[in-house]
Each structure stands twice: as structure tokens, then as C-alpha cells.
């Protein structure tokens, strides 16, 4: 479930269509955001 958020950022990433170019920065936090998230959770998980 939590794969959806971070696909519609890479969507919006890689097909900045309707995005600036200075969007493009923008979509990439929430992007870097989870996937730090999830790398904490994996840690997490195997510790």
C-alpha cells in the first residue's frame, strides 16, 4: 500500500507534463521522503 505514493511520484517524475520544470524539484521530496521512510522500516524490521 504504501508503493502507490511513491509510483505517482515517480509518474510525476518521469512525465512532468502537466509540471515546470522547478515541480520537478518539488515532486522529488515527497519521493526521497518515503524512500528514506521505507529504507528506516526495513532497518527497523531487521533489527
Known sequence: M??????ECVIKFVF??????KNIIYSLI??????LKNIFIA???TL
Do not use: C
Open 30 to 35: 515527497p519521493f526521497l521522503l518515503t524512500l
Open 16 to 21: 512532468p507534463n502537466k509540471y515546470k520544470n
Open 2 to 7: 504504501k508503493i502507490t505514493p511513491m509510483k
Open 43 to 45: 532497518i527497523k524490521t
